[in-house]
T-cell receptor
Framework: KNEVEQSPQNLTAQEGEFITINCSYSVGISALHWLQQHPGGGIVSLFMLSSGKKKHGRLIATINIQEKHSSLHITASHPRDSAVYICAAPYSGAGSYQLTFGKGTKLSVIP | EPEVTQTPSHQVTQMGQEVILRCVPISNHLYFYWYRQILGQKVEFLVSFYNNEISEKSEIFDDQFSVERPDGSNFTLKIRSTKLEDSAMYFC???????????FGDGTRLSIL
């Protein structure tokens, strides 16, 4: 069973700061998911990546398969980035698509 | 952009009653999922569904739970005899293929009294 750990649990940043959220998992996987949960509770998929790096606007996700580690970066953070960021990995490793989730990182960006 | 829609947004039910949570996945998607999130806790996988049958389920998904795709559009989660600990936000998700990102609905907040 995959164990997913995220850090930090809470993060407060000033607007414009560069933000990094880390995720590690215990069992080799085919792909890792980064999700954003809005204050109202809704969940949006940000990235699904299996190697290297992906970029979408000010968000960048990287993964190191050998080290079982992924990071989510936000450049030039903005108050609208305030949300909970969650990483999720396949429960049983590669070949399983049942997701196990980290506890999330609550990001607050202050103007 | 197509969305996953869930109804109702909030359901209040007496303990012991049956409840059905409804989801309309994106129309060309083939894989469907239910998750739950107890207040203040992490999201947990319940069940995945493909080709009219369950493909994976978690330890949480016991005999009290069932899923159904009664027609071409709806995907339902039934809890037969609700318990206080079933109070949570329930999310439905869908994806066209298993190795694609999942699209989530806004969730149904279930409150058991």
């Amino acid at each position: 069973k995959n164990e997913v750990e995220q850090s930090p649990q809470n993060l407060t940043a000033q607007e414009g700061e560069f933000i990094t959220i880390n995720c590690s998992y215990s069992v080799g996987i085919s792909a890792l998911h980064w999700l954003q949960q809005h204050p109202g509770g809704g969940i949006v998929s940000l990235f699904m990546l299996s190697s290297g790096k992906k970029k979408h606007g000010r968000l960048i996700a990287t993964i190191n398969i050998q080290e079982k580690h992924s990071s989510l970066h936000i450049t030039a953070s903005h108050p609208r980035d305030s949300a909970v960021y969650i990483c999720a990995a396949p429960y049983s490793g590669a070949g399983s698509y049942q997701l196990t989730f980290g506890k999330g990182t609550k990001l607050s960006v202050i103007p | 952009e197509p969305e996953v829609t869930q109804t109702p947004s909030h359901q209040v039910t007496q303990m012991g009653q049956e409840v059905i949570l409804r989801c309309v996945p994106i129309s060309n998607h083939l894989y469907f999922y239910w998750y739950r999130q107890i207040l203040g806790q992490k999201v947990e996988f319940l069940v995945s569904f493909y080709n009219n049958e369950i493909s994976e389920k978690s330890e949480i998904f016991d005999d009290q739970f069932s899923v159904e795709r009664p027609d071409g559009s709806n995907f339902t989660l039934k809890i037969r005899s609700t318990k206080l600990e079933d109070s949570a936000m329930y999310f439905c998700a869908s994806t066209p293929f298993q190795d694609q990102p999942q699209h989530f609905g806004d969730g149904t907040r279930l409150s058991i009294l």
